[in-house]
């Protein structure tokens, strides 16, 4: 499975952006998928899940209600769209699918097995 996120750029506080991940190499209705986040010198965090296919999703407490996660299955997509983006939101965004099915429950990084290369988010204040 390959992952390629995008839609990363600079933002003012305040503003809006939406990522985007790409997915080849299979079905991407048949597994759940998860954006990350990372800062310099903090661990990668979770940021939200989405469900194979009924839209059932998942936020970390940092982004609800600012972070909506989203997918289409027809082609192969998965979007984080971010609102009302804080300085505090600056990381390298990385979206990631597990081995096999997995659910909007899955929050650690550990229960993901692929990773795409990240896309860089800097909000300035």
């Known amino acids: 499975v390959q992952l390629q996120a995008s839609g990363g750029g600079l933002v003012q506080a305040g503003g809006s952006l939406r990522l985007s991940c790409a997915a080849s190499?299979?079905?991407?209705?048949?597994?759940?998928m998860g954006w990350f986040r990372q800062a310099p010198g903090k661990e990668r965090e979770f940021v939200a899940a989405i469900s194979r296919s009924d839209g059932s999703t998942n936020y970390a407490d940092s982004v609800k209600g600012r972070f909506t996660i989203s997918r289409d299955n027809a082609k192969n997509t998965v979007y984080l769209q971010m609102n009302s983006l804080k300085p505090e939101d600056t990381a390298v965004y990385y979206c990631?699918?597990?081995?096999?099915?997995?659910?909007?429950?899955?929050?650690?990084?550990?229960?993901?097995?692929?990773w795409g290369r990240g896309t860089q988010v800097t909000v300035s204040s």
């Open positions: 190499g299979r079905t991407s209705s048949n597994y759940a």
């Open positions: 990631a699918a597990p081995l096999y099915g997995g659910t909007y429950y899955y929050t650690s990084a550990a229960q993901y097995r692929y």
